[in-house]
């Protein structure tokens, strides 16, 4: 008799599904026989990173052998002179996934209820499903966006977090800090409210400090290494919350969470400012050259405010389809419910060009 190990395992396993990250460069090129690939799926930061970080990690390198530092010191040291915040606000993460993991995980749990946008995240769900914690998903207003009003109404004396992702991913859409206050003001003091900023770089001139101009007793900033700065590989991300909060958090954070390799490359890419500035400018100017093209196709999704655009069409599974069979690859978005949409991460100008031009291929060849 074989053993039911789905009914050993904790409840709430049966309603937990893997995460399906974007699809590998490596593995379309097996699927497809190709020889070589552009992967527009999950938001990386195409130019690299920082040559700074990279010089960092091959000094590091030889020092492998050794744990690395438990509480990631010199992170912390530069992320609070570079934030203005004291050292015991930070809570480090594996990503910043797992930041929100671990804050899901310290406060809700079987009978409390998570409260997120439908299209936001999909990790918010996930963290809560496998808490154990009751998932309560609010509709977007125009289906894109966040509606704060609505989602302010979904909370109750069972809500202990509320997963805000601004700018959101995948919709792209934004909510100013005046509306963010606004929201806050209308909840309870005691509930965890997390504001996702994992693209906060690419909004940083218009958006202000977050960090400081947002106020509410329960507030968590969380930020990551794995856009702007180019990191995704190294899986670093950070919140900034009340100290109360974060040293909850951390009993529940793995010993030596961060590698050793991860911190000494984020300490590096936080200090090259003008890298980041410089790629974050790039990104913004490519990402309205995309987004102007596919408007003038009549395909453009809607106004995004990340590293990515969408690109909304009838025929999505065709069109992705096509693109993979050329090398190029495009995040589906039927997951979220959207399966008329697309997201395309901004590449370098030669990635974007080369995608533009082969959409222009490909939807000639719909018509036929
Ligand atoms: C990419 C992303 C993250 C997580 O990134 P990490 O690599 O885990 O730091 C978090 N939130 C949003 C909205 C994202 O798009």
Known sequence: MSINWLARAVPQTSGLYPYVPGKPVETLLREKGLSR???????????????KAIAAMQHAAAGVNRYPDGDANLLKDALASFHHVNRDQLLLGNGSNEVLDILIRTFAGA???????????????????AAGATSVSVPEADGLTHDLEAMAHAVNEKTKVVCVANPNNPTGTLHGNDRLQDFLDSLPRDVVVIIDEAYYEFVADTQGDSVHDLSHPGLVISRTFSKAYGLAGCRVGYAIADAEITALANRYREPFNLN???????????DDREWVMARVAENNQERQRLESALDGLGLLGGRCFGNFVLLRH???GELLRSFEDRGIIPRPLAPYGMADYLRISVGTADENNEFLQMLNVILAELQE
Do not use: M, T
Not at 43 to 50: Q, T
């Open 37 to 51: 690939a552009v992967k527009l799926a999950s938001n990386e930061n195409p130019y690299g990173p920082s040559p």
């Open 111 to 129: 009978g409390d209820e998570v409260v997120f946008s439908s299209r936001g995240f999909i990790v918010y769900a996930l963290a809560a499903q």
């Open 260 to 270: 050793l390799l991860a911190q000494v490359a984020a300490v590096a890419a936080l």
């Open 314 to 316: 009838a025929q999505c």
